[in-house]
């Protein structure tokens, strides 16, 4: 979607950025200074700077919302995406478009997601990483931590002669005095030394290699290895299977980029969240399989009648799970649709109030508090329904 900032200047924000600017908080100590969360995506990050919204804070080494990103936040929490030009008409045209990103097992954390997506978009998880080039050793710095330990040896030496000297000359005289001295002296000089020698051990400076673009590609590939039935990239899917998944995930990211998400207004936020991504990852699990299925039956080949009877009836069972699978993508949808609809009227009935002070009018019109009251009500049933299919879909019956 498409927003006007007060400067002048339209900013194009795609869910995940949109979401991610919901979710930036306030930094204690810091007037007007908003961080982005930490488990924001890098890329949707880079996104963000590109349009000069974000930008990493020198100060506290944060990614935190410029003035134009202040502008959109305020923006984004005052009105939805379709009173500002955006959301139903931008989600409509591309219906049938591919998914939006990967699809990654709700048990993976935050950080390990953001890592597999960064790896997966660079490619790494395609091919292993061709074998590292020859690179020189760094360069050694021995001269620095040597000094210092030499310097510790001539204190410890001269410490120790001087106070044998002393010791000599205190039982040459049978002073008690002198030898106490001497004996302090030692247990001092010694002291001080060994803390000298220890100081410039550890302050040695270890010269370390650099990474380089081997190294990243080595941790992206053994990354998406280990997590390798964990995620689902939509170049994995056919055309059907990519299309379903990219309507479940344009569904959630409606709904979690809404400002009754937010406030919790459909289930709590954590639970709706979870639900949702639960429900993602079963649709996706459930369309790689369509694919495998799909890429089975046409590559075994049908020469005779029985073979050709076996294909039809994997073909039925398996047009049967994909019209579940779908049903669960229809629940989501009207799902944000729903949201979308209680949002724009909760919108639209602030917006007449407001509207009405000004011209001094003597109330709102209570039909339409009805009606926001009756469309908010409608998505929280779909919240609970959708709820209700988090446990995940049936197993695909007679699949290759």
Do not use: C
């Not at 290895?225 to 959630?252: I, K």
């Amino acid at each position: 979607m498409e927003l006007p900032l007060a400067d002048g200047t339209t900013v194009r924000v795609t869910a995940g950025m949109a979401r991610a600017v919901r979710e930036a908080v306030f930094v204690p100590g810091y007037q007007g200074l908003v961080r982005l969360r930490r488990h924001t995506p890098h890329q949707v990050y880079r996104d963000l700077a590109e349009q000069g919204l974000a930008t990493m804070d020198p100060r506290i080494r944060v990614a935190v919302l410029t003035t134009r990103g202040a502008g959109v936040r305020e923006l984004l929490a005052s009105a939805p995406a379709a009173a500002l030009g955006g959301g139903d008409e931008e989600s409509a045209a591309s219906d049938d478009g591919p998914p939006p990103r990967l699809s990654v097992h709700p048990e993976v954390d935050a950080e390990r997601a953001g890592r597999l997506a960064a790896a997966v978009r660079r490619g790494y998880h395609r091919n292993p990483p061709p074998a590292p080039l020859w690179r020189p050793p760094p360069p050694a710095r021995p001269r620095r931590p040597a000094r210092p330990r030499a310097t510790a040896g001539w204190v410890v030496g001269t410490g120790a002669l001087g106070a044998l000297g002393l010791l000599s000359l205190a039982f040459l005289l049978g002073s008690a005095v002198m030898m106490v001295a001497g004996f302090v002296m030692m247990l001092v000089l010694g002291v001080g030394g060994g803390v000298a020698m220890v100081g410039s051990l550890l302050s040695a400076e270890v010269p370390r290699a650099r990474p380089t673009v081997h190294d990243d590609h080595a941790a992206g590939y053994a990354l998406a290895e280990d997590l390798r039935d964990w995620f689902v990239d939509p170049d994995m899917l056919d055309a059907p299977a990519r299309a379903l998944l990219g309507r479940a995930q344009r569904a959630v990211d409606s709904v979690l980029a809404s400002s009754l998400h937010d406030q919790g207004l459909l289930l709590d936020t954590v639970r709706n969240r979870v639900v949702l991504s639960d429900v993602e990852w079963s649709i996706a699990d459930r369309v790689r399989d369509h694919t495998r299925t799909r890429r089975t039956i046409k590559g075994i080949a049908t020469p005779g009648e029985h073979s050709r009877r076996a294909a039809e009836r994997a073909r039925e069972v398996l047009d049967e799970d994909v019209s579940r699978v779908t049903e669960r993508v229809r629940v989501l949808e009207d799902y944000a649709g729903k949201v979308s609809t209680a949002e724009l009227a909760a919108y639209d009935r602030r917006a007449a109030a407001r509207l009405d002070a000004l011209t001094l009018a003597a109330g709102v019109d209570h039909r339409q508090q009805d009606e926001a009251l009756s469309s908010l009500v409608e998505a929280q049933r779909l919240a609970l329904r959708v709820a209700e299919l988090s446990t995940g879909p049936e197993p695909l019956e007679g699949g290759a």
